[in-house]
């Protein structure tokens, strides 16, 4: 199913079902939001490492200090569910029960697993009443399905905010993570999206598509450039899991920056989103997952 069709099911009040096993959980004792944005990953593969470990899917493997500082006591399970995703929740279904509800206001950030847990997937979220911050860990089958799964979440996340009430007119520039319109000041548009952007190292400027390939070696690298043909126009270039080089022009016909997520004021804002959620950027069915930024050389 493409990503597409998975906004017109949630749209529709379909939910989307996987088979899938879960492994368990471990407490998350720090806000999400308290935590620097490399620890918001590596906690959540840590986490999966572990419990992959004491399951015996993976080696065994000791969780990170920085890391065993912020969880709690590992939770094994270890056995099939079904896990429902529809635009405003995510359950986890055990023997034709829920186990687990998670609505989607109380979700904060998913990540695939790498190398031998490259078929697994985390997410921390919090039960529908709001309480006992969790990683849950799944065993997805393959990576394709992990990322058909993390295209599904992205495409849940967009539905909720578009259907979501309109936030009211504030002067800060982010709302519980997702960007907030902002009336346009009296600057160019383009210069608006480049905001902060030549700060970023990971901003390589004017290289061509040729010049970028040789930069990106590993699954999850990513870079962003202008384009040489489109003046204007902003590339974001990455690998994939498949090791496919894949571009995607972030701005569309009217010159803004719309994912299924939502509409971004900046280039900086949309790189930080993905990241911090560790969700793939997907537009018109072509994905790019953000690990690990290309940084250019000055």
Known sequence: MSQNAFVKDLQNKISINFAVNYLGSVPIETSVNEMV??????????CISHLAGLVELGPPHEVNSVVGRIIGEFKVENSPV???????????IKNNRIAHRHPLSFWSIGAAG????????????KNFDGTDRRCHVLDIGDSEE????????????????????PPKPSTSRRNDGFAVPIPPKRRSHL????????????????????????LLTKAGDFLVRQSNKSPG????????????????????????IVTCVGQF?????????????????????TSIQLRRPILRKH
């Open 191 to 214: 210069a608006e999206i480049a905001t902060n952007l030549e700060r970023q190292l990971y901003y390589h400027g004017k290289i061509s598509r040729e010049e970028a390939l040789p």
């Open 114 to 125: 790498e190398n031998e847990t490259a078929t697994m997937f985390g997410y921390i979220a």
């Open 146 to 165: 992990v990322a058909r799964f993390a295209e599904c979440l992205n495409s849940a996340l967009g539905v909720m905010v578009l259907e979501a009430e």
């Open 82 to 92: 079904e896990i429902n995703v529809s635009s405003n929740m995510v359950k986890i």
């Open 265 to 285: 004021k900046t280039v900086s804002d949309l790189v930080d989103y993905y990241m911090s959620k560790g969700l793939p950027v997907v537009v018109n069915s």
């Open 233 to 256: 126009q902003f590339i974001l270039s990455g690998l994939t899991e498949n090791n496919e080089y894949k571009h995607l022009m972030l701005l569309d016909e009217s010159h803004k």
């Open 37 to 46: 944005k490399d620890l918001r990953t590596q906690t959540i593969r840590e």
